[in-house]
């Protein structure tokens, strides 16, 4: 289903106008960075939330300076950008909104400076990512994470992702759900787009944020829900491999993929082979936060209809 309107060159246009030519810088070698944003739908309220926006885009603000690029905007200005569009398409189911911003000259040459930048959005209804996301199995994947001083993970930066799909592509054709990922020293970074998790002894361990992974806006959320409303010890430190075999629990997540259940990692069973009660609680809770139904966490949530802009 393709979005009504777009957020391009400046202003919010029919989407069918937002187009941009096959010469396009980014096009031709990837010179754009793009962020993932989730709206929700609150039934009880009829109201659409949009999670942590200020914090998505403060990150996407900063690959963009990875990048070289200088958009104009602020994160304030995205997040009223993104109302102002959220609220002309009308959504009242869940969404995804995709920021984008990407060197939009039309030439041949490999560099980063001295071009345009540009920033499009638009958003379309979103359910799941990860189809099976309470029992998933995952592989291992024989692609390395590239490294931070190769392309940098902490940026999502759209040629990055060629990284991802071959990932992706490689445990579903080889029928798995999702794909575990190495750095290049060996150890667990992330899935092919979602942080990592394992539960053992009762703790929450994750790879530190110099594994080269995406210091995610849903692992930082998680991360404080596990501390502050489960009173467990979170622990960042590397991750083996064999590790994640032998764990109690283990579960991915995302903005896409919210918090995915893995109960088979190269067709070993994780725990009892279901998933186990810290995912689930964790699960629950974030369901819950992420519509704004926890008065405590209400300031993650930004509504889209509770002030409407009048033009």
């Given at each position: 289903?393709?979005?009504?309107?777009?957020?391009?060159?400046?202003?919010?246009?029919?989407?069918?106008?937002?187009?941009?030519?096959?010469?396009?810088?980014?096009l031709?070698?990837?010179?754009?960075?793009?962020?993932?944003?989730?709206?929700?739908?609150?039934?009880?309220?009829?109201?659409?939330?949009?999670?942590?926006?200020?914090?998505?885009?403060?990150?996407?603000?900063?690959?963009?300076?990875?990048?070289?690029?200088?958009?104009?905007?602020?994160?304030?200005?995205?997040?009223?950008?993104?109302?102002?569009?959220?609220?002309?398409?009308?959504?009242?189911?869940?969404?995804?909104?995709?920021?984008?911003?990407?060197?939009?000259?039309?030439?041949i040459?490999?560099?980063?400076?001295?071009?345009?930048?540009e920033?499009?959005?638009?958003?379309?209804?979103?359910?799941?990512?990860?189809?099976?996301?309470?029992?998933?199995?995952?592989?291992?994947?024989?692609?390395?994470?590239?490294?931070?001083?190769?392309?940098?993970?902490?940026?999502?930066?759209?040629?990055?992702?060629?990284?991802?799909?071959?990932?992706?592509t490689?445990?579903?054709?080889?029928?798995?759900?999702?794909?575990?990922?190495l750095?290049?020293?060996?150890?667990?970074?992330?899935?092919?787009?979602?942080?990592?998790?394992?539960?053992?002894?009762?703790?929450?361990?994750?790879?530190?944020?110099?594994?080269?992974?995406?210091?995610?806006?849903?692992?930082?959320?998680?991360?404080?829900?596990?501390?502050?409303?489960?009173?467990?010890?979170?622990?960042?430190?590397?991750?083996?491999?064999?590790?994640?075999y032998?764990?109690?629990?283990?579960?991915?997540?995302?903005?896409?993929?919210?918090?995915?259940?893995?109960?088979?990692?190269?067709?070993?069973?994780?725990?009892?082979?279901?998933?186990?009660?810290?995912?689930?609680?964790?699960?629950?809770?974030?369901?819950?936060?992420?519509?704004?139904k926890?008065?405590?966490?209400?300031?993650w949530?930004?509504?889209?209809?509770?002030?409407?802009?009048?033009?």
């Amino acid at each position: 289903m393709l979005p009504n309107y777009a957020y391009f060159k400046g202003s919010i246009v029919p989407y069918s106008e937002a187009k941009v030519g096959v010469m396009t810088h980014s096009l031709n070698y990837g010179t754009a960075v793009f962020g993932g944003v989730r709206g929700y739908w609150n039934e009880e309220e009829e109201e659409l939330f949009i999670f942590r926006p200020m914090d998505h885009y403060t990150r996407f603000l900063n690959s963009a300076k990875l990048m070289v690029m200088d958009l104009g905007l602020n994160a304030q200005q995205l997040t009223d950008i993104t109302l102002e569009l959220l609220q002309k398409e009308g959504h009242r189911q869940d969404v995804y909104l995709r920021p984008l911003a990407y060197k939009a000259d039309e030439l041949i040459g490999v560099r980063l400076h001295n071009l345009t930048d540009e920033v499009t959005l638009f958003s379309v209804p979103f359910d799941r990512y990860v189809s099976n996301d309470t029992g998933a199995h995952v592989t291992v994947s024989s692609w390395r994470r590239v490294d931070d001083n190769m392309i940098p993970a902490r940026g999502k930066i759209a040629g990055a992702y060629v990284n991802t799909a071959f990932i992706k592509t490689d445990a579903v054709r080889a029928g798995f759900d999702e794909a575990l990922v190495l750095n290049v020293d060996g150890h667990l970074s992330e899935g092919s787009a979602e942080n990592i998790f394992m539960i053992k002894g009762g703790k929450v361990i994750t790879p530190m944020v110099t594994d080269n992974i995406l210091e995610g806006i849903t692992r930082n959320s998680i991360i404080e829900l596990a501390k502050e409303e489960l009173g467990l010890e979170v622990v960042e430190r590397h991750i083996d491999r064999t590790e994640v075999y032998l764990c109690d629990e283990f579960f991915m997540t995302g903005t896409a993929a919210q918090v995915t259940a893995v109960t088979k990692v190269d067709h070993r069973v994780i725990g009892t082979g279901e998933m186990g009660p810290i995912t689930t609680q964790l699960r629950e809770l974030y369901a819950n936060v992420v519509r704004g139904k926890v008065k405590k966490y209400r300031h993650w949530n930004q509504p889209v209809y509770e002030k409407m802009i009048v033009k």
